[in-house]
Structure formats: C-alpha cells, structure tokens
C-alpha cells in the first residue's frame, strides 16, 4: 500500500459501483473493493475476514447495512460516504450506549446519497398511485391464471388523478422531487408537513407544521413518507393515530 495514497475501501451490494469507483478513482487512489455477499453467511463472518482491509481505510463507499457494526474498529477513517439516504444504522451505533460520557465519537466525516435518489423514490410512488387508481393488480392476478377476463369498472369508481390529494411527510430534496413528479403526473393537490409551516410554492399547494400533521392526513387519498429516519415518521404518526 502506497503511504503516498488515500485508501479507498468499497462495500456495496449497489450493482456496478465498486467497478465505477474503480475506474473513476484508481489513478488516485489506493481502491480495495469488498466481497458484499460474506455478508450473507453473517456480519460477523465479513467483520472477522476483512478486518485489516476495514482498519486500514481513509475512505470508505459503503451501505450502511453492511458496515455500520464495525465502525468503531476503523481509526484511520476520515470520510464515509453512505449510499443510503438514511443513515440511520450509524446514527444507532453512535447513540448505542446509555451513558452519553461512553458514546462512540466518530472522527470522520459522514454524507449520504440523497438527490440521485429522488428519481427513483418518485418513480416508485406514482407507480404506487397508479397502480392502485387504475386495479392493475386485477390484471395480474388474471394473467397469472392465464385467463383472458375483461372487467371493466364503473365509470364512477375510477378517479381522475387531477381528483386526488397527496400529502408528503417530509420536504427535502426527495420530498421535493417526489412533490414535483406528482405535479407532473397532474395531482390536484400536493401537501407537505414539515417542521415549520410555510406559504404555498411551485413545490406544495399548502404546507403544515407537525401540529397539524392529522388535518393533513385527513385531507389526504395518499401519504408519502419522506422523513429522515423512521423514528420520526414513527412519532409524527403515533401523534396522531
């Protein structure tokens, strides 16, 4: 190992991203990529096989499912950089202790993967959407029977999408992205909960602070959760249910 060049270590089960951080960051750096699926037989079984590898890291690319029960073993890291948009793993194994004054204090520092995701998470919720406004599940369950059974409904029990309300827990950079594809898709009306109420923008029609997350919900045909952690949804939604 070059002492002259940063250690890269990449564990991801991401497919292709240990051969593009290769390819991108191989001139530069020192690049060790991580067999992911030793995982499988365990944490345990891939903490005990590539400890040196982990210890030896400056830089580690990683999901924080798969490390995050043994970073308190890498004392040369300066950066991680998570591929989740939580982070949540590593937030527990810094507050996993009781007493505050023997908390784990991480001397590096940490980013995660937030606005590549709103793309993906926008197209998976107007999927949800239609999927559910248009019965598709009917037709897969007639095509799963190899049965040829047309069944049309109603006129009155489809919904126009400009006749529905979304509210979306949580307006940051996904929350944003998730608001303007249902703006797109034309929703009559997008919402946003958020800490502090605010006026209505290109992003939400109307916004509301926590207080009043149970008016939001009860205007809603669908909630879309965008929060940081699930403890927080958890909290917002205990508040109120």
Known sequence: MSASRLHLVVCSALPGLAEDAVRRCGARLAVTVVDHTLADEGLPTLIEEKREVFEAADILLADPGLVYPFLRLLPNLRWMQSTWAGVEPIVKTVQSTSSPSKRYAPGYTLTRFVGPMGATISNYVVC????????????????????????????????????LTVAILGVGAIGKCVARSLKGLGIGRVTGVVRQSRAPDEVCDEYFDIPSLDTALASADYVVTSCPAPLSRRACFQAVL
């Open 128 to 163: 949800a959407i239609l999927q559910r406004e248009r019965f598709f599940e009917r037709y897969l369950e007639h095509q799963a029977a190899k049965v040829w059974q047309p069944q049309g409904r109603a006129a009155e029990t489809y919904r126009s999408e400009s006749d």
